[in-house]
T-cell receptor, first 113, second 113 residues
Framework: DGGITQSPKYLFRKEGQNVTLSCEQN?????MYWYRQDPGQGLRLIYY???????QKGDIAEGYSVSREKKESFPLTVTSAQKNPTAFYLC????????????FGPGTRLTVL | GENVEQHPSTLSVQEGDSAVIKCTYS??????FPWYKQELGKRPQLIID?????GEKKDQRIAVTLNKTAKHFSLHITETQPEDSAVYFC????????????FGAGTRLAVHP
């Protein structure tokens, strides 16, 4: 999982602002995922993508948007429509085929001021 | 959709004791069950996984058991050590395709010397 990077590590946002979280992988993985983690809760799926130019909404997609223009990149935009964006955001990737293992990036902690 | 429940939410053991964490899932089509360990502020790391065609899997001090009929699976850690202290998450998914992982809420394990 060292081949998955996220930036920045910490991000502060004012209310009403859109912010974009970066996720890059050099593992040649086809599938990529974004999760949100809140204290005391498990990871919840925001968006996922199987291939370039394809992505699907997860369980909590409202207020978020993504793009998948390149295989190695899957940025997440947290829009002003997301009412409670303060959380730890984790990106993951998985190769296609028979393996199911998802590898996680180091995460971005977003705080709304 | 799939729902995963995890118990207990916190677990405290003495060093050398065993620890058991249990999860139940709702979708009988789920056939892939990973366990992740997450240290404070870090990314989740896969520690063991099991597929529905296997009832038990071991890796040194860690084992996972699966009961498909009852739709529950458990993580067993023997001879616990202080470095086992972390939050453990179970998850369930349907192998292949988008492989959407549904996570339990997590168990905070504390191993006391």
């Amino acid at each position: 999982d060292g081949g998955i990077t996220q930036s920045p590590k910490y991000l502060f946002r004012k209310e009403g602002q859109n912010v974009t979280l970066s996720c890059e992988q050099n593992l040649n993985h086809d599938a990529m995922y974004w999760y949100r983690q809140d204290p005391g809760q498990g990871l919840r799926l925001i968006y996922y993508s199987q291939i370039v130019n394809d992505f699907q909404k997860g369980d909590i997609a409202e207020g978020y948007s993504v793009s998948r223009e390149k295989k190695e990149s899957f940025p997440l935009t947290v829009t002003s429509a997301q009412k409670n964006p303060t959380a730890f955001y984790l990106c993951a990737s998985r190769t296609s085929g028979s393996t199911d293992t998802q590898y996680f990036g180091p995460g971005t902690r977003l705080t709304v001021l | 959709g799939e729902n995963v429940e995890q118990h207990p939410s916190t677990l405290s053991v003495q060093e050398g004791d065993s620890a058991v964490i249990k999860c139940t899932y709702s979708d009988s089509a789920s056939n892939y069950f990973p366990w992740y360990k997450q240290e404070l502020g870090k990314r989740p790391q896969l520690i063991i996984d099991i597929r529905s065609n296997v009832g038990e899997k071991k890796d040194q001090r860690i084992a996972v058991t699966l009961n498909k009929t009852a739709k529950h699976f458990s993580l067993h850690i023997t001879e616990t050590q202080p470095e086992d202290s972390a939050v453990y998450f179970c998850a369930a998914s349907i192998s292949g395709g988008y492989n959407k992982l549904i996570f339990g809420a997590g168990t905070r394990l504390a191993v006391h010397p």
